[in-house]
T-cell receptor
Framework: GAGVSQSPSNKVTEKGKDVELRCDPISGHTALYWYRQSLGQGLEFLIYFQGNSAPDKSGLPSDRFSAERTGGSVSTLTIQRTQQEDSAVYLC?????????????FGPGTRLTVL | SQKIEQNSEALNIQEGKTATLTCNYTNYSPAYLQWYRQDPGRGPVFLLLIRENEKEKRKERLKVTFDTTLKQSLFHITASQPADSATYLCALPPRAGNNRKLIWGLGTSLAVNP
């Protein structure tokens, strides 16, 4: 596609429910990142996929968070038993790794609100 | 570990003036540095990349400098416009290895007043 897409754009859920957030990266990009951004805060790294390598999960805040990337393309971030502190904008970015730099192309984000 | 610092205070300037934002880093020498713009409710958008062997890079009204001795990059917007109001982030590559995660600053908010 023309850019990174994410769905849904907004998600309101009740505390304790599970949510799935989807990211479609730019076609051909081998690297995919998930970030979280709370209001007025910086980007918080969550997880990073690079090709067929094991993902870097070092930023996941708890075991309620997980992500997968199927076929080296689409990725899903799952949050189980959501808590109010999970409310934030979840951003996905992809990056081509054929070059020597790592410019990241971001999607519009999913705004998650946990009531 | 690598650390990035950007002005935490918002920058307010008058339309037409030059805005200058600072990005300082410590503990290593990155091969390049990137600047992004982020508007409220949107993901960051890549603006410019400057390599360690480049002193200065320009793109339209934007200019970036990279001083590897001071470990600092300056981001300038000349003839600023209200539409330039946004948060500007700097990002650096990791120190080494196969990890290609960028390291992000917290960003500086710029407001250009008409």
């Amino acid at each position: 596609g023309a850019g990174v897409s994410q769905s849904p754009s907004n998600k309101v859920t009740e505390k304790g429910k599970d949510v799935e957030l989807r990211c479609d990266p730019i076609s051909g990009h081998t690297a995919l990142y998930w970030y979280r951004q709370s209001l007025g805060q910086g980007l918080e790294f969550l997880i990073y996929f690079q090709g067929n390598s094991a993902p870097d999960k070092s930023g996941l805040p708890s075991d309620r968070f997980s992500a997968e990337r199927t076929g080296g393309s689409v990725s899903t971030l799952t949050i189980q038993r959501t808590q109010q502190e999970d409310s934030a904008v979840y951003l996905c970015a992809s990056s081509p790794t054929s070059g020597a730099t790592d410019t990241q192309y971001f999607g519009p984000g999913t705004r998650l609100t946990v009531l | 570990s690598q650390k990035i610092e950007q002005n935490s205070e918002a920058l307010n300037i008058q339309e037409g003036k030059t805005a200058t934002l600072t990005c300082n880093y410590t503990n290593y020498s990155p091969a390049y540095l990137q600047w992004y713009r982020q508007d409220p409710g949107r993901g960051p958008v890549f603006l410019l990349l400057i390599r360690e062997n480049e002193k200065e890079k320009r793109k339209e009204r934007l200019k970036v400098t990279f001083d590897t001795t001071l470990k600092q990059s300056l981001f300038h917007i000349t003839a600023s416009q209200p539409a330039d109001s946004a948060t500007y982030l700097c990002a650096l590559p990791p120190r080494a290895g196969n990890n290609r995660k960028l390291i992000w600053g917290l960003g500086t908010s710029l407001a250009v007043n008409p």
